[in-house]
């Protein structure tokens, strides 16, 4: 009796699964598409694959801009891009070749709650504080300057618009931030620290 006999016994019988019968000769070519959609993209995108992050690129934005600013004194004019926090902002800063480089710049001397709170009362000061900063951004002309690094990428500058001359001083001044110049930073669920 030949092993290719429908009555041979060690013959394999698809009967007991239609799945079986119907796909077994499907996944093979399931396998071999699914090759060949990842040589495709990795062709299709080359050496920049996979895709870099956005928050990569404007790292990189920002320390081209720490490159190219000069003197501490000079102002840089900004776009708001969008406020982030009480003490940080995206900005599009304009280069003197043309082109337009985003970075994220933080306020100098300032700390405010974050938005990734701890507790409630963190989250409504952070809420206040990030509208407090979207308001006087608001206010247009918005300049930075006295421009320094920061550890997480950031831009730390003292920044200015039309009528504030100092937007920490003024977030300070408001309650929505304390003094910070670096080092251990305190929770804001404390008792202790009042915020209004």
């Known amino acids: 009796m030949s092993r290719f006999d429908p009555g041979h016994p060690y013959r394999p019988s698809y009967s007991g699964s239609p799945f079986g019968r119907r796909f077994a000769g499907v996944l093979p070519w399931m396998f071999v598409i699914g090759v060949a959609v990842v040589v495709v993209l990795t ?3 080359g050496k920049n694959w996979p895709v870099p992050h ?3 690129e404007r790292a990189q934005d920002a320390e081209i801009i720490l490159q ?3 003197n501490p004194d000079d102002r840089l004019q900004v776009d708001v891009v969008r406020t982030i926090d009480g003490d940080t902002f995206l900005a599009r800063v304009r280069q003197r070749d043309g082109r337009d480089l985003v970075a994220r710049i933080r306020l100098r001397g300032i700390e405010a709650p974050e938005m990734k709170a701890s507790c409630q009362d963190e989250l ?4 206040a504080a990030t509208d407090a ?4 951004l608001g206010q247009g002309g ?4 006295n421009l320094g690094s920061e550890k997480y990428g950031r831009v730390l500058a003292d920044v200015g618009t039309r009528r504030t001359a100092n937007v920490s001083a003024a977030m300070l001044a408001g309650g929505y931030a304390r003094s910070y110049n670096g080092g251990h930073r305190d929770g804001w ?3 202790g620290w009042r915020f209004w």
Not at 124 to 127: G, T
Not at 133 to 136: A, F, W
Request: proline fraction near 4%; hydrophobic fraction near 30%.
């Open 43 to 45: 062709f299709r995108h």
């Open 189 to 191: 669920c404390t008792r």
């Open 54 to 56: 956005p928050a990569d």
């Open 124 to 127: 409504n000061k952070a809420e």
């Open 133 to 136: 900063l979207r308001n006087l």
């Open 68 to 70: 190219h600013s000069g």
């Open 142 to 145: 918005v300049t930075i300057y």
